[in-house]
């Protein structure tokens, strides 16, 4: 009897793996992407915890912005991977947390604030994609990415920059076919060059 259970348990936790495979491997590669050691070294971001955490969210935002664009044939499962791409992302920054010795406590509330900041960013990047605003999005980069209020001539170069390899990697996902973006069978473009 408890073989039976163990292989339901684990035929269970296989399905959903399955399920969720697509935004897992999403993930994955915008993890890999926010990695890039160029956005870090030529593109200013500064290599710390919070630095990781904004390009990891302008990457996830970069996908979840195809994933807005899929076409209505396809828009009930694209919303659906967005969907798991947050959710894993949240479970991501929750482990990243407790390995950091972050108590269970203290957990709950930094995941509910890194989320909320999460949706902020992707609403900012969304909004100055959606309307191909290269200004608005470099404004949206300065407040976020490079976290200044009152930023420096260099800060305002590299964002200016940035803004435009970001449309530039954006243009390169909208020619991507809708059932490969939705099958996680693609490369993210980098968004920081030398």
Known sequence: MFSRLRNFFA?????EAAM????????????????????FLTGGVEDTLDGRFDSLCLSVGCVMHR????SDTHQQQAKQT?????DIFCSDMDLTLREMGVGDLGVSKRVKTMSEAFIGRLTAYREALTQNDKTALEDALLRNLYRSETPSDTQKKQAQILATQVLTCIGTLSKLEDGDVLCASIELPPIARQ
Do not use: G, K
């Not at 969720?20 to 956005?39: G, I, K, V």
């Not at 967005?82 to 947050?86: D, G």
């Open 11 to 15: 035929f269970a936790e296989r399905s």
């Open 20 to 39: 969720n495979a697509p935004a897992e491997t999403l993930y994955q590669l915008c993890l890999t992407h926010s990695r890039d050691p160029q956005l």
């Open 67 to 70: 994933l807005a664009l899929v």
């Open 82 to 86: 967005s969907q798991q791409l947050f």
